[in-house]
């Protein structure tokens, strides 16, 4: 869980710093100090075009002020004006270059332009100039966190600790830290220190991460409770339920996303959450109602899909609606082997009521598209199968029965298939060898439950905040 980048630019005491050498009586001197203090209070207020204006007149009357380019570089930050920023800025550090404030400004506009090298250089110079300021060692710190370079903001972190104890951010981003390299006991310990001077729920929210890897789940469910009672924010709902969820407390689970989404009625992942969870305890229909939902908001997200096919193909009387969504996410995703694969089942196990409707043809081309497009989804070759038997065209259904038990040995439906496949073939000593394997993986309900399982983790770890940053 990633808290986002929070080193920023640094603004320091600037005022009349570089007309100090000069005489009082220095009228042109005066003049140019009333106008840098006039930029400085347009930068105070916010009026950042205002400001830029007056520090561009200086520039040339000042070639060689270190304050009035780093101003300048400030300003421009302020508007988002990067390559501008940035010329000023390394113009500031040519000029001073022993300033750390300065180098760490540059380090930042250089973050943030994404020269993460040039950057992290500028942060190591900013903390060899000032190895035991808190703010260098905390942000070039944050700099690894936000790079995914965990072991290297470690020990970054632990002396940002040791010279201020009292910072509630480096102690989260430090217990963070313990968690993402195995550390649990020190990042528990550590949590419980924090919340005795700053209870918050986003520690608790850690702290049931912290649990929850540690295999405490009951432990893991109360801190997300915390954690989304103090602050019912998206995330701590969605966290929570996804506890829930993961460990197959349906009902539970039901409530949370049903509260979140009431809360938070435009967030996609939560109306995911809801429709897994219903669909997880049987509640087909408004299961797929809530996917529908998620699907409106965000047509391009791959996440809901899966399971609104799995709760059509248990509950298919919504299916125009469900078959216009798997229309409208192929078209938008060409080249997805999947999408073509969910519009093709949608059009023909959702109409298997009316079978004069279905358009085989489609279908079947769907079918092929999608295997065309990624050949090794073994559900796409025996659902393939599956149409050519229902066609009577079984010499070609045999080959993708054979292709998807290549894939999947352990699909119990591709057994069923090719089984029935040889008892229509005279094979009989084959069929029942076929019918045998199904039997036996049909019997392995754990293996069933584990799959599904896998793929509510991978929806809920690929849509927790901060999932940059993966523990």
């Known amino acids: 869980m990633s808290r986002g980048s929070r080193f920023r630019l640094v603004m320091f005491s600037i005022l009349l710093v570089y007309m100090r050498s000069a005489a009082a009586e220095d009228k042109p001197n005066q003049k140019l100090d009333r106008q840098f203090q006039s930029a400085v209070a347009q930068y105070d207020a916010g009026h950042f075009a205002e400001a830029a204006a007056q520090l561009e ?7 060689q002020s270190f304050e009035i380019h780093e101003l300048l570089g400030l300003v421009y930050a302020a508007e988002s004006e990067d390559a501008k920023a940035l010329k000023h800025l390394e113009a500031a550090v040519r000029l001073k270059p022993d300033s750390a404030v300065a180098r760490t400004n540059l380090a930042t506009n250089l973050s943030h332009s994404g020269k993460l090298d040039l950057a992290e250089a500028q942060f190591r110079k900013a903390l060899a100039l000032e190895p035991q300021d808190f703010d260098a060692n905390h942000n070039l710190a944050d700099f690894y966190l936000q790079s995914n370079k965990i072991p290297d903001a470690l020990p970054l972190l632990e002396q940002a600790q040791r010279i201020n104890p009292s910072s509630y951010t480096n102690g989260y981003d430090l217990a963070l830290a313990f968690f993402l390299t195995g550390q649990l006991g020190d990042a528990r310990q550590l949590i419980q220190s924090i919340v005795q001077q700053k209870n918050t729920g986003e520690l608790h929210n850690l702290l049931g991460q912290i649990e929850e890897k540690d295999g405490k789940f009951i432990q893991a469910a109360n801190e997300f409770q915390i954690a989304a009672q103090m ?3 998206e995330d701590n709902l969605f966290t929570l339920g996804s506890e829930l969820l993961l460990h197959r407390t349906y009902e539970p689970a039901i409530d949370v996303f049903q509260l979140a989404t009431k809360r938070y009625p435009t967030s996609p992942r939560l109306l995911i959450g809801l429709g897994m969870a219903l669909y997880s305890r049987g509640n087909y229909e408004q299961s797929i109602r809530s996917l529908l939902a998620a ?3 965000d047509p391009a997200d791959p996440r809901c899909y899966l399971f609104l096919s799995k709760s059509y193909l248990s509950s298919p009387n919504q299916a125009d609606d469900v078959i216009q969504r798997f229309r409208r996410y192929s078209e938008l995703q060409p080249g997805n082997a999947l999408a073509q694969y969910y519009y093709a089942v949608s059009l023909w196990k ?3 009521l009316e079978e004069a409707s279905v358009d085989f043809l489609a279908v079947e081309s769907l079918l092929q598209k999608s295997i065309a497009l990624d050949g090794t989804i073994a559900d796409t070759h025996l659902q393939l199968g599956i149409l050519y038997a229902d066609q009577h065209q079984l010499a070609k259904s045999l080959p993708e029965y054979q292709r998807a038990l290549e894939l999947n040995p352990d699909l119990p439906d591709a057994h069923y298939r090719l089984g029935q496949y040889y008892v229509r073939a005279g094979q009989k000593d084959q069929a029942q060898q076929e019918f045998v394997v199904y039997q036996q993986l049909q019997s392995q309900h754990m ?9 509510v983790q991978q929806f809920v770890y690929s849509a927790k905040p901060g999932s940059v940053i993966k523990p």
Not at 57 to 63: G, K, M, R, W, Y
Not at 447 to 453: C, G, I, Q, S, T
């Open 57 to 63: 007149h200086l520039v040339p009357s000042a070639p």
């Open 231 to 233: 602050d019912p924010s």
């Open 295 to 297: 699907a409106d908001l």
């Open 350 to 352: 959702g109409k298997r």
């Open 447 to 455: 293996a069933a439950v584990d799959k599904e399982r896998a793929e």
